[in-house]
């Protein structure tokens, strides 16, 4: 790779790969597009699009008239000076519901064959949607058969999936929310050569995360889309413009439309969300509307309490059962209160002693002398005990447990199950810091 200029070979002339082919070229690069379709191949050649796409025509026409790109059957041909494959083929839904990667499978296989053929160094970036673990258990052992080759060396793999929108695709391409690399710093480093004409931010993970973005983006969207329609369905049958309401949603930039609630951890409680919820599932029954999603968050809500619940008892059985004690670092349904309402954590607590284990509690928030009203009556009603398991150092409630559950961020509980060292720590938190992250028991509760 010189002077910027990089030499492509592209798989899979779909709506994906031409539009990428296209702009890619049209920003400098020399790309040779690859698909098994003639009838694709010819229309590149031609400089018609195979796809129908906005701005699309005339980009196309003016890189294939210039010779920056254009297209093949052959990967054998198209392979001989090139610096980078991208990989841009299908991977569409098999029957079962799994993602069918044979088109990936076979293009690795002749990506490795014709690279056996050369000694030129070469990155191969997989730009189609694969599930998690894919680039490493199926893409590089097919790659190294394939050309004699062992990844790292003067073979490099990377995940680089795209965001491009049918209808949209070439405004996308050149405007994207960021780009996002799984690979090594070598293969990194390629794709930031690849794509260093965009503004945007760059965010180089793990293989197996770059993976994973792609379909976490798309399950939002689809969670959007569906959580709009369920609340219009609902909000007709009551009189109401849901179209009103969501104008006026969308304004909140501070927790509806933000990172806000959008990090991995533990339940949801207080006194608002599992009431409210609660609320708009009476009100749709009541006028014969189901609202399936809305229905899902309590259910899932329920199942991820009941699931730690489960890791905590193996984790004790797993020991021999012998120490059955726990410590819980918190035990208000978030940091900074003491709101024990519908908390998630006095659920597990009432789970967890109601299976027999030693369970010490320590909230640097919470005083029983000081609650009162609907939060004393719940608790009391929950937790009637309280006071007797209930400790007022987090060393304390440390000391001989084979378990730490950890949700409160506090400085003082941290450095007290750092200090302690307890077998398993789980963390609730996930953002403790990296000296309880690097305990020997060290588990997040959802990584």
């Known amino acids: ?43 590149v050649n ?51 519901g799994s993602t069918d990667l044979v088109q990936v499978s076979r293009v690795s296989s002749e990506i490795g064959a014709a690279l ?16 998690p673990g894919t680039v490493d258990a199926v893409i590089v052992p097919l790659l190294e058969a394939g050309s004699g080759r062992t990844v790292g060396t003067d ?33 990194a480093a390629a794709v930031r050569e690849l794509f260093g ?42 009189d109401v413009d849901a179209r009103q309401v969501m104008d006026v949603f969308v304004q909140d930039r501070q927790l509806n439309i933000s990172p806000a609630y959008l990090r991995p951890g533990f339940a949801f409680g207080g006194s608002c969300l599992p009431k409210d919820l609660r609320s708009l599932l009476y009100l749709a029954r009541m006028n014969s509307v189901d609202l399936p999603v809305l229905e899902a968050s309590l259910a899932s809500n329920e ?29 208000s349904f978030k940091h900074n209160t003491d709101d024990l309402r519908e908390s998630p954590n006095v659920a597990l607590a009432e789970i967890l002693i109601g299976k027999g284990l030693d369970v010490r509690i320590h909230d640097p928030v919470v005083n029983p002398a000081q609650l009162s009203g609907a939060n004393l009556r719940y608790v009391q009603a929950r937790l009637p005990h309280l006071h007797k398991v209930l400790h007022d150092d987090a060393a304390d409630a440390l ?47 959802g990584w």
Request: hydrophobic share 45%.
């Open 399 to 445: 000391d001989g447990a084979h378990v730490a559950v950890v949700s409160s961020a506090s400085r003082d509980v941290v450095d007290a199950a750092v200090a302690a060292k307890p077998p398993v720590v789980l963390d609730f938190n996930g953002r403790l810091g990296t000296p309880i992250e690097t305990l020997d028991g060290y588990e997040g509760v």
């Open 303 to 331: 199942m991820l309490i009941r699931e730690v619940a489960d890791r905590i008892l193996l984790a004790v059985d797993e020991s021999g059962g012998h120490n059955r004690r726990v410590a819980m670092l918190g035990l």
């Open 1 to 43: 790779m010189r002077g910027g200029l990089v030499n492509v070979t592209l798989f899979g002339l779909g709506y994906v790969g031409t539009v990428t082919a296209t702009c890619l070229a049209a920003r400098g690069h020399r790309v040779v597009g690859v698909d098994t379709d003639p009838g694709k191949v010819a229309a």
């Open 197 to 238: 004409f965009l503004d945007c931010s760059v965010h180089v993970v793990e293989t197996r995360s770059a993976e994973s973005v792609k379909y976490a983006c798309n399950a939002f969207h689809a969670l959007k889309v569906s959580f709009a329609n369920e609340l219009s369905r609902l909000y007709r049958m009551l």
């Open 116 to 131: 056996a053929a050369t000694k030129r160094p070469h990155t191969v970036v997989i730009r189609s949607t694969v599930p």
């Open 46 to 96: 031609a400089g018609r699009p195979p796809v129908i796409e906005p701005g699309l025509d005339e980009l196309l026409a003016e890189v294939v008239g210039s010779g920056a790109l254009r297209a093949t059957e052959s990967v054998r041909d198209s392979m001989q000076s090139s610096d980078l494959s991208l990989v841009c083929v299908g991977t569409p839904s098999a029957a079962n």
């Open 155 to 187: 073979l490099h793999v990377a995940m680089c999936p795209e965001f491009l929108r049918e209808g949209s695709s070439v405004t996308d391409f050149f405007g994207p929310p960021f780009l996002i690399i799984g690979g090594s710093t070598a293969a």
